[in-house]
């Protein structure tokens, strides 16, 4: 069975910093960017973040970037997101998703709407409040 099983989330006051994780199972991820979403209570899911499958390239929204980061360890089958200076803007619950690409793309990514991606993790809440 294919899956993304994500991990990390939780309650944090604002300024702190929380990491999640994206483990893949029952394939692999080298030739699969992979994308960070968030959905707030009575908002749409938004893409927050991008990796490429090689971890050279990675994109940002424009309300996280400089906060957060994107990166990953194909050996382990795991994408990262370090989400540091968090907001009570920033509660949400986070997915993460996996698009295959190819080894031709291996430095390609983009903010893809969710439709485009291939494989999607059940999601992880992260809530910032004092």
């Known amino acids: 069975q294919y899956q993304l099983v994500e991990s990390g989330g939780g309650l944090v006051q604002p300024g702190e910093s929380l990491r999640l994780s994206c483990v893949a199972s029952?394939?692999?991820?080298?030739?699969?960017?992979i994308g960070w979403f968030r959905q707030a209570p009575g908002k749409d899911r938004e893409g927050i973040s991008c990796?490429?499958?090689?971890?050279?390239?990675?994109l940002y929204e424009n309300s996280v970037k400089g906060r957060f980061t994107s990166s990953r360890d194909n050996a382990k089958n795991t994408a990262y997101l370090q989400m540091d200076s968090l907001k009570s803007e920033d509660t949400a619950v986070y997915y993460c998703?996996?698009?295959?690409?190819?080894?031709?793309?291996?430095?390609?990514?983009?903010?893809?709407?969710?439709?485009?991606?291939?494989?999607y993790g059940q999601g992880t809440q992260v809530t910032v409040s004092s």
């Open positions: 990796i490429s499958s090689s971890g050279r390239k990675s």
């Open positions: 029952g394939f692999s991820l080298d030739y699969y960017a």
């Open positions: 998703a996996a698009v295959v690409l190819g080894p031709t793309a291996e430095d390609k990514c983009g903010l893809y709407r969710w439709d485009e991606y291939d494989y």
